[in-house]
Structures are given as structure tokens and as C-alpha cells.
């Protein structure tokens, strides 16, 4: 059962979920993100796209921030046509993008969800960070939202 603290309703165009990151809940948080993005009017490279992203800010919490896995996952219709989803942990370590190490198990997963949405970013906090990215509502016919 996922460890949720609240479900924030800010306004009609966001949803933001106070939790506890760890591995045995990553699906649930994916499925809670892209339902939300769906309601916001998502097509379904989308919601795609929100289950990898979402997938890989909260494992970056769960892999760098094991002194406090809180977080909040945030879905934010940013106009009619963009969304934003943003992960704010209590880490004042910034992400930093490099091309993978292609022979390695890990470290591809920010790289792979910059390449596919058109914004991503890290803005400092007090007390910690939110890592976001940014992409059309309607992101195509399998094309990327970048392309």
C-alpha cells in the first residue's frame, strides 16, 4: 500500500501528492501521473512519456536522497497545451546531465528523458530541489515531443 500523505489539489489544473519514495511503489506513482495527465487532456504518448519521467525522478530520489525519501510529485497543465511534471525532494544536490556511459547498468535515464521532452530543468528550493520537465499535451503520433 503506497505511503501517501496527502493528495494537494491546488487548483483545476494541478495535482500534487505529498509521499515517500521507494522502489515497490514506483508503479503506482507512474499509474497516479499518467492518470492525471489523461484527465488534463493527454494523449497517449503523454502519458507515456509522464510514466518514464515520473519512473525516473523518483528513482533518483530513492538512489540519491536515502537520508529523506519525501517528496512531492507535482502534474501541472501549464496552458491548454503543455504540462509540466516536477519531482521536489529535500536534496540540495543538483542532477547533472552527461552523455551515458553506454557500457554501464545504470545512469541513462535523465539523459534518455531530456532527449525526449522539448524542457527540463532543477530549481533550488528552500531546503531542497525540484527537478521538472516539460512537454505538449499532445505529443504526436509517436514522434517525440521534441521532434
Same mark, same amino acid.
Given at each position: 500500500?503506497?505511503?501517501? =500523505?496527502? &493528495?494537494?489539489?491546488?487548483? /483545476?489544473? #494541478?495535482?500534487?501528492? *505529498?509521499? @515517500?519514495?521507494? #522502489? ?5 506513482? $507512474? ?7 489523461? &484527465?488534463?487532456?493527454?494523449? &497517449? *504518448?503523454? @502519458?507515456?512519456?509522464? $510514466?518514464?519521467? +515520473?519512473?525516473?525522478? =523518483? ?8 537520508? /529523506?525519501? &519525501?517528496c512531492r510529485? +507535482? +502534474? ?5 497545451? *503543455? @504540462?509540466?511534471?516536477? @519531482?521536489?525532494?529535500?536534496?540540495? $544536490? +543538483?542532477?547533472?546531465? !552527461? ?8 545512469? $541513462? ?11 527540463w530543468g532543477? !530549481?533550488?528550493? /528552500? %531546503? ?11 505529443? %504526436? *503520433?509517436?514522434? #517525440?515531443?521534441?521532434?
Amino acid at each position: 500500500m503506497p505511503v501517501t =500523505i496527502a &493528495r494537494i489539489a491546488e487548483d /483545476d489544473a #494541478t495535482y500534487a501528492w *505529498d509521499l @515517500v519514495a521507494c #522502489t515497490s511503489e514506483l508503479e503506482h506513482w $507512474r499509474a497516479i501521473a499518467a492518470g492525471a495527465v489523461g &484527465r488534463l487532456g493527454g494523449d &497517449r *504518448d503523454a @502519458v507515456a512519456l509522464t $510514466r518514464l519521467g +515520473v519512473t525516473e525522478l =523518483i528513482s533518483n530520489v530513492i538512489k540519491h536522497v536515502a537520508h /529523506d525519501p &519525501r517528496c512531492r510529485l +507535482v +502534474v501541472t497543465c501549464e496552458s491548454d497545451r *503543455d @504540462v509540466r511534471i516536477s @519531482v521536489c525532494d529535500r536534496s540540495l $544536490r +543538483v542532477p547533472k546531465l !552527461t552523455v551515458p556511459d553506454w557500457s554501464s547498468e545504470s545512469g $541513462r535515464g535523465l539523459w534518455l528523458l531530456c532527449e525526449m521532452a522539448p524542457a527540463w530543468g532543477c !530549481t533550488r528550493l /528552500d %531546503g531542497g530541489k525540484s527537478v521538472w520537465f516539460r512537454f505538449p499535451l499532445a505529443c %504526436g *503520433d509517436g514522434e #517525440t515531443a521534441r521532434r
